[in-house]
């Protein structure tokens, strides 16, 4: 793989699913930039897309095929995001599922397109036709690692997780590959998810629990703080175990549970990755009267460049953070109650620097790779948890190299 650094993937595959990989040279030749997917027929498919408004053209084919028909293929490539490309850009997406189709025998609307890197440039059609074929040859269950590597951009490490949950004595596999490292804060980074499960799971009962697993997870990262074009988080269910799933069932909150903790993985795993990142940083907010409000607080402080620069250079300099709490803009805001910690070190007491502080404490925390930020405004009973990084100097590097 073109990406050195990897993380461990345990081999579970999901039956009914298949991948194939490929070096269709989009971006750099030699380089695995093509995945398919093939998705046996009898399965089920959930999907969330991008918030943005200028949504790339691929993300518009896929929600317009959804509505069409259960998807046999998705192809994914990387190194074009195929948006801000207009009309142009939708007929090349089509092309796309167009060569699918022949290859595989089936129909166009049956593939989802995704792509994934930079922004406001046509889609290389051409360099599709043979990479198609190749990574159809070699579809195969056990490519879930090779595929996790093919679908990164500027990502370091692969990331892929995956579980085996008992239920009705016997075991069900979900299996889970996403990418992202900086365009990050998806509200539905540049981020792709694709997860599947072989217990059999009706459509709409799916798509709730995907929603579900990416309020709590995908949802609640962010980067920098941008909204990509072209994110897209897929969960589909092949029913090949002969488990079936129903609503409101204590197997299907077993399942909820396993699916969620693998987003949360997944989305973490997007974070410690963040372009440059060096620290991973939750944000604990508590005390909320709403959940607006424990989301502004959460954000104000995660997007603050001051409060991520402080702790790129490990440094407890906390009067950023109650800086930036301090102009989120909360009415009727009673001081006196705030309350911030880092880790299990109180900075800021009843809204005053906590007699117990020393700066040696502040340190032993700033230190760490992993550090979470608790902020508690005494206000109610609405909080949150969101996960962030620090900005580097690569951060800056990487984002202005991009093109290069």
């Given at each position: 793989?073109?990406?050195?650094?990897?993380?461990?993937?345990?081999?579970?595959?999901?039956?009914?699913?298949?991948?194939?990989?490929?070096?269709?040279?989009?971006?750099?030749?030699?380089?695995?930039?093509?995945?398919?997917?093939e998705i046996a027929e009898g399965s089920q498919t959930a999907a969330v897309f991008t918030q943005n408004a200028f949504s790339a053209a691929p993300v518009v084919i896929s929600k317009k095929h959804l509505s069409q028909s259960q998807p046999r293929y998705l192809l994914v490539n990387t190194g074009n995001a195929n948006a801000g490309t207009g009309e142009?850009?939708?007929?090349?997406?089509?092309?796309?599922?167009d060569l699918v189709a022949k290859v595989s025998n089936s129909k166009s609307f049956e593939t989802l397109?995704?792509?994934?890197g930079v922004i406001g440039?046509?889609?290389?059609?051409?360099?599709?036709?043979?990479?198609?074929?190749?990574?159809?040859?070699?579809?195969?269950e056990d490519n879930w690692g090779d595929a996790a590597g093919g679908i990164l951009t500027t990502d370091t490490v692969v990331k892929a997780f995956t579980r085996k949950i008992n239920i009705q004595n016997k075991l069900v596999t979900v299996s889970g590959i996403a990418k992202g490292s900086g365009m990050i804060r998806p509200d539905m980074a540049t981020m792709l998810a694709y997860i599947a499960t072989d217990a059999k799971i009706n459509k709409s009962v799916l798509q709730r629990c995907l929603f579900e697993a990416v309020n709590h997870s995908f949802n609640r990262i962010t980067v920098d703080g941008d909204t990509s074009t072209?994110?897209?988080?897929?969960?589909?269910?092949?029913?090949?175990?002969?488990?079936?799933?129903?609503?409101?069932?204590?197997?299907?909150?077993?399942?909820?549970?396993?699916?969620?903790?693998?987003?949360e993985?997944?989305?973490?795993?997007?974070?410690?990755?963040?372009?440059?990142?060096?620290?991973?940083?939750?944000?604990?907010?508590?005390?909320?009267?709403?959940?607006?409000?424990?989301?502004?607080v959460a954000y104000t402080v995660a997007h603050s460049p001051l409060v991520k620069t402080a702790f790129f250079a490990s440094?407890?300099?906390?009067?950023?953070?109650?800086?930036?709490?301090?102009?989120?803009?909360?009415?009727?805001?009673?001081?006196?109650?705030?309350n911030i910690l880092l880790d299990d070190v109180c900075i800021v007491r009843n809204g005053d620097k906590a007699a117990d502080y020393t700066e040696q404490k502040g340190q032993s925390v700033m230190d760490k790779s992993d550090i979470t930020i608790h902020i508690d405004l005494g206000r109610g009973d609405k909080d949150i948890k969101i996960w962030t990084c620090d900005f580097s100097y690569d951060y800056v590097r990487i984002n202005a190299e991009y093109r290069t």
């Open positions: 793989m073109a990406n050195e650094k990897h993380i461990q993937f345990e081999k579970f595959p999901v039956a009914g699913i298949r991948l194939g990989v490929a070096c269709a040279g989009i971006k750099k030749e030699k380089h695995p930039d093509l995945v398919l997917i142009q850009g939708l007929a090349d997406a089509l092309a796309c599922c397109p995704f792509s994934t440039e046509y889609l290389p059609v051409d360099k599709f036709s043979t990479a198609i074929k190749i990574a159809y040859e070699n579809l195969s072209n994110d897209s988080a897929i969960l589909i269910a092949t029913a090949q175990s002969g488990i079936e799933l129903k609503q409101d069932s204590d197997e299907l909150s077993v399942f909820q549970q396993a699916l969620t903790e693998i987003c993985e997944l989305a973490k795993a997007m974070i410690r990755d963040g372009e440059g990142a060096t620290k991973l940083i939750t944000l604990a907010v508590t005390g909320c009267k709403n959940e607006k409000e424990a989301k502004d440094d407890p300099n906390w009067g950023r953070i109650l800086a930036a709490v301090g102009r989120v803009g909360i009415t009727d805001f009673d001081l006196t109650k705030v």
